[in-house]
């Protein structure tokens, strides 16, 4: 069974920093893709950024690119989003997920998800 556990969320003035990790157990992971999704309150829960595990290719949303950065571990199976430059607009629970490409960057839809940790960035 897939486990995704989150940590690193909290609360960070506009402009810091925070790192988020998943660490993901369960099964072998080399032949799907990791992504990160937020939900606001409010908000429909949205795409942020993956990472394709055997290739390392990277996919974000246009909101993020050049402030936020996903990479991977593979030895610790665990992906990280580094958050720079963060805005109140990013406040939100973010989910870490896994499957296949196609259901995480393009349908959005992955089936596996973890519990969420909270980002909140104060103005």
């Known amino acids: 069974q897939v486990q995704l556990v989150e940590s690193g969320g909290g609360l960070v003035q506009t402009g810091g920093s925070l790192r988020l990790s998943c660490a993901a157990s369960g099964r072998t992971f080399s032949s799907y893709t990791m992504g990160w999704f937020r939900q606001a309150p409010g908000k429909e829960r949205e795409f942020v950024a993956a990472i394709a595990w055997s290739t390392a290719f990277t996919y974000y949303a246009n909101s993020v690119k050049g402030r936020f950065t996903i990479s991977r571990d593979n030895a610790k199976n665990t992906v990280f989003l580094q958050m720079n430059n963060l805005k109140p607009e990013d406040t939100a629970v973010y989910y870490c997920?896994?499957?296949?490409?196609?259901?995480?960057?393009?349908?959005?839809?992955?089936?596996?998800w973890g519990q969420g940790t909270q980002v909140t960035v104060s103005s």
């Open positions: 997920a896994v499957d296949s490409l196609r259901t995480i960057v393009v349908d959005k839809t992955p089936n596996y």
